[in-house]
């Protein structure tokens, strides 16, 4: 019998799952094409894991990942993490990207001179692309020299990086965008 436990949650962009034990949150996934194909995916992950209803910092963290699909601010810093079986490496990146909050975006290269890597970008894209949390450890808001838009491993590959990082009404450039200055409610605002 395992001691980790997963829910489904429906979101803005499809049904996400957590998995969690008594150390903490130990995995998050992005929605998949299919519902069906997330819970499969939980069970081929974590075959001995059991599915109940979250409750406590758990439940809270699933309100919290609702409410930022949905073009919400919150802040996902304090949601408990279960590192284990994470090296000391990308566990420093993934701390270090914790930090980067709503609308916001970073470089990798400047994520890998955050966590004294210089000149290491693709190795961070590496590591990033294994994130064992995303959206708690917000890989989508990592983006290539210039603004591009970069990798995104997830479901949905790139298309869902920019669907997430549009919902948080995040900047990818300092030049104004399209709609910045003319009173949409959506309109990107600097944080």
Same mark, same amino acid.
């Given at each position: 019998?395992?001691?980790?436990?997963?829910?489904?949650?429906? /979101?803005?962009? @499809?049904?996400? *799952?957590?998995?969690?034990?008594?150390?903490? &949150?130990?995995?998050?996934?992005?929605?998949?094409?299919?519902?069906?194909? /997330?819970?499969?995916?939980?069970?081929?992950?974590?075959? *001995?894991?059991?599915?109940?209803?979250?409750?406590?910092d &758990?439940? *809270?963290?699933?309100?919290? &990942?609702?409410?930022?699909?949905?073009?919400?601010?919150e802040?996902?810093?304090?949601a408990?993490?279960?590192?284990?079986?994470?090296?000391?490496?990308?566990?420093?990146?993934?701390?270090?990207?914790?930090?980067?909050?709503? #609308?916001?975006? &970073?470089?990798? @290269?400047?994520?890998?001179?955050?966590?004294?890597?210089?000149?290491?970008?693709?190795?961070?894209?590496?590591?990033?692309?294994?994130?064992?949390?995303?959206?708690?450890?917000?890989?989508?808001?990592v983006?290539?020299?210039?603004?591009?838009?970069?990798?995104?491993?997830?479901?949905? #590959?790139?298309? /869902?990086?920019?669907?997430?990082? /549009?919902?948080?009404? =995040?900047?990818?450039?300092?030049?104004?965008?399209?709609?910045?200055?003319? @009173?949409?409610?959506? =309109?990107?605002?600097?944080?």
């Open positions: 019998m395992s001691d980790l436990n997963f829910t489904l949650f429906e /979101t803005a962009i @499809g049904r996400s *799952a957590i998995v969690w034990g008594a150390g903490g &949150i130990r995995r998050t996934l992005l929605p998949e094409a299919e519902a069906a194909e /997330t819970h499969r995916l939980v069970m081929k992950l974590f075959p *001995a894991s059991s599915e109940i209803e979250a409750e406590g &758990i439940a *809270a963290t699933i309100v919290a &990942i609702r409410a930022l699909l949905e073009g919400g601010r802040d996902l810093r304090e408990p993490l279960d590192m284990t079986g994470v090296e000391p490496f990308p566990a420093r990146v993934y701390e270090a990207l914790r930090r980067v909050g709503p #609308g916001e975006t &970073i470089t990798y @290269g400047a994520l890998a001179t955050k966590v004294g890597a210089d000149g290491e970008a693709r190795a961070i894209g590496a590591i990033l692309g294994r994130n064992p949390f995303p959206i708690i450890v917000p890989c989508h808001r983006l290539a020299a210039g603004g591009k838009a970069g990798g995104f491993s997830a479901p949905g #590959g790139v298309a /869902t990086k920019l669907v997430m990082l /549009t919902r948080e009404r =995040a900047r990818t450039a300092d030049a104004p965008g399209l709609f910045d200055g003319i @009173g949409l409610p959506l =309109a990107a605002k600097r944080p």
